[in-house]
């Protein structure tokens, strides 16, 4: 992680604006727009302390340009832009479009690749470890319906909190390759050691099982599970672990290995704070063959992992957006941002545990098992009407946007995700709205 800010300021600032390197004149000629897009100085120090320092997060709020019509606490989907990747980003549509195919033919393809040994820097890979995807629902799709070790009767395990479609996906393997299932819930409220219980169960329960879907961060309650603890349970039994990092790169700190998995889907579009429609996959160099190349595969040879993914032509603005993202991203400093976004959560669910009547927070007060995401429910209300009315009050009485939530075994929930440019103050009202709520 470099260290270097002024260097880095400088790249962002040049990659930005799209300047050539002499033409530094430009910026100085209109500071207001430098000033604007520039970050703040670097956060030395440790990254709890860094958490609470609100003049910081108040500079890098100013990177974003948001919507004064409402409170965003629905930063799970994506990622807003901040300002300098945003520009990066409009720089890069408008460049493609004037040099079109020109570009596309004789120079993007070494420019991928580039921008793939960047990402697999940063994620303490080989660049020959993964893939470029549209996101990581591809990425995960690829991986699950190209893992050749599968045979008829092995089963594939999941639990209530993975994500929906890929619950589908396994589900679709059942249907065509006959594949068993098995689901598992996860308890709420969740432990450290009652998840590493609940897996440890399934796997001596069910011998059939050869892979496990693990989704580090899940989209419906925030909760993180130990990853590597789990894919340690499951590699003992020699079987195999997939693990969705959609929500976790970039929200957490870590490097891929430490996931201790040998294949893995990420998103670049949601925490790491790119453009809509990118994302990866990860093989561990020795498991390539145990992935079959993706139905249609006769740009790469079936030993490049490149061959695991076939877009066809797609947008390539926002992977060339990419370097930017990673460097606003590493400005801040991965642990920073995972401990700004902890202490976000930790600010508003401390204050409604006290404040707010009735209210059950379904992430557990354990600071190994949450992020930023974290649901509620009011009053033990559990079902689907119930939670989408209360999103919908904030939303329409409060103007404080959060998202309703379906999926885990024990019901329904509202999710609120912090992102960090959220204030303290856009928190300090959706506790005073769900304490108006609670008690009417
Ligand atoms: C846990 C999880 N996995 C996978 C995905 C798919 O990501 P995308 O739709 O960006 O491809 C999401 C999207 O929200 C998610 O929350």
Known sequence: ???????????????????????????????????ELTLPKALSGDSLSNASNETYWNQIANLYQLSPKFINLENGFYG?????????????????????????????AADADKIRQQIAALGGVSPDEIALTRGATEALQNLVSNYTKLKAGDSVLYSDLDYDSTQANIDYLKDVRGIKVVKINIPEPATYDSIL?????????????????????????GLAIPVPEIAKLAKMKGIDVLVDAAHSWGHLDFKIPDLN??????NLHKWIGAPLGVGF????KDRLADIHPHLVSETAGSDDIRSRVHTGTTNTANVLTIPAALNFHQQIGA??????LRYLRDYWVTRAKKEVKGIQILTPDDPRLYGSITSFRLGGKSSKADNQELAKRLREQYNIFTVARGGPASGDSVRVTPAIFTRPKDLDRLVAALKEIAQA
């Open 335 to 340: 642990a920073n941002k995972a401990a700004r």
């Open 197 to 221: 219980d609940t897996y440890r169960n399934a796997l001596a329960a069910n011998p059939s099982i050869k892979l496990v879907l693990l989704t580090h961060i899940n989209h419906k309650t």
């Open 1 to 35: 992680m470099t260290n270097n800010n002024s260097l880095s300021r400088r790249s962002i600032l040049k990659g930005s604006l799209g300047l050539a390197a002499g033409a530094t004149a430009v910026i100085a000629a209109n500071n207001s727009i430098a000033q």
């Open 281 to 284: 996959l990860y093989i561990r």
């Open 80 to 108: 807003v832009l901040p300002k300098p990747v945003l520009a990066e980003y409009q720089r890069q549509i408008s460049t493609l479009n004037e040099s079109s195919s020109f570009y596309l033919r004789q120079n993007y």
């Open 261 to 266: 998995a040998d294949f893995a889907a990420f």
